[in-house]
């Protein structure tokens, strides 16, 4: 009786070490190591391999068991060659459940698809809801500045300059958000270590894009109030109690 063991199982009980022809106790029986075979990441919720062990399907007959066949064309297009090649063995066995790999790879991210598309909503929510905010704000500070900016248009600021003074309050404000965003990165970046797969958790595109839409988000919410102050008449904003 052998089996065949992978490298993750290697590494934990052997220490690297040639397992060839050692035994495990395995359901309570004796088996030699005949092969070690890669690693395969058969659980995307798992970030390492796990140790895993295959039998000789000689030896241990299942009541069912899954072929998988690879091609370069349509995965579909070797249906009818793998029914005939089933029933050549034996005529009554069924070939049921005829998936592609792709089909098989959906149903198991299908949970973390559905975890990554809340975060991306809630995300977008978020956007939405600062760039709200920023413009709630700078409108109520912008009004209750209104004579402080008549009495600049007056002495003959510009009104592009009035508009980038709004602009640069708002920015300041991005930019103060941004820094502490990326003091607390790390501890965020741990807790959504467990959805990510094959991405680092310090992926260097995340971390310039995200200030860069922050920044964006934050110029679209500051404009409104930006350009209602470039438009305030100085006589009108005097006079004003």
Sequence with gaps: MIVVVNEALVKRFFDN??????????FGEKRRIAGVVADVRDRPSDAAAEPAFW???????????????????????????????????????????????DDVAAVALAERHFALWLCEAFAVLAMALAAIGMYGMLTYLVEQRRREIGLRL?????????????????????????VAGLLISPVAGRALSSMLFGVSVWDVPSFLAAPMIILLVTCFGSLPPG???????????????
């Excluded at 102050?229 to 005097?238: G, I, S, V, W, Y």
């Design 154 to 178: 007056a002495l003959g600021a510009t009104r592009p300059g009035v508009l980038w003074l709004v602009l640069s309050n708002g920015v300041k404000l991005a930019v103060f958000g941004i």
């Design 55 to 101: 039998f000789p399907l000689g030896q241990v007959p299942f009541s069912a068991t899954t072929a998988v066949l690879r091609t370069d064309g349509n995965p579909l297009g070797l249906v009818s060659a793998a029914r005939a090649a089933t029933e050549s063995l034996d005529s009554e066995l069924p070939l049921a459940e005829v998936k592609t790999m």
């Design 227 to 241: 350009w209602a102050a470039a438009r305030t008449e100085p006589m009108k904003a005097l006079r004003e109690q």
């Design 17 to 26: 070490s040639d397992p060839i022809g050692h035994y495990l106790d395995i």
